[in-house]
């Protein structure tokens, strides 16, 4: 290996000058508080695994399921409930979702990405991302899991109604 900067053969010669203190103690409690917020996400992470496992019983399709993802993160579909519509539903019932990417949600439109994955263009147009924070909670969790059960109910009821 080749030292990194030349100089006055600090590190066995591998790196010149004074380590910077105040840098490496900042990392170190930035690194301590990060791993002090993991535990509580990390739990109710695996209980948002538990809103799919019953959000199959909506008939949703979650995208990129098998595949490697944020895990506080899901874009999934129910089959003809349009996105836009639950997301406004959701919003009036205090939950924070969107129907596309958060990357692309100044460029609203269908996503390239759910089209390139070869998902159906009206499956595309169900689409809703939901994700979670640091601050969320397990009853939030359930909450939203009940309000996303009555508001799909009541679609399908209207869609049935007028059909």
């Not at 100089?7 to 010149?16: A, I, K, P, V």
């Not at 002090?36 to 695996?46: C, F, G, V």
């Amino acid at each position: 290996m080749k030292p990194l900067i030349y100089g006055g053969g600090h590190e066995n010669g591998m790196r010149s000058g004074t380590e910077n203190i105040p840098a490496i103690v900042g990392f170190g409690v930035a690194c301590e508080l990060i791993k002090a917020r993991e535990a509580k996400p990390l739990l109710i992470l695996s209980d948002f695994v538990n809103i799919w496992s019953k959000g199959y019983a909506l008939g949703a399709t979650i995208f990129g399921q098998k595949c490697p993802r944020l895990p506080n993160t899901c874009y999934f579909a129910i089959p003809d409930i349009e996105g836009d519509t639950l997301v406004v539903k959701l919003d009036k019932a205090g939950f924070a979702v969107a129907s596309g990417a958060a990357c692309s949600s100044a460029t609203p439109g269908k996503s390239h990405v759910l089209e390139a994955m070869g998902v159906a263009p009206m499956l595309a147009r169900c689409a809703v991302r939901i994700s979670l924070g640091h601050d969320n909670t397990l009853n939030q969790i359930d909450d939203f899991l009940k309000a996303i059960n009555t508001i799909v109910s009541g679609l399908r009821q209207f869609n049935s109604m007028s059909a």
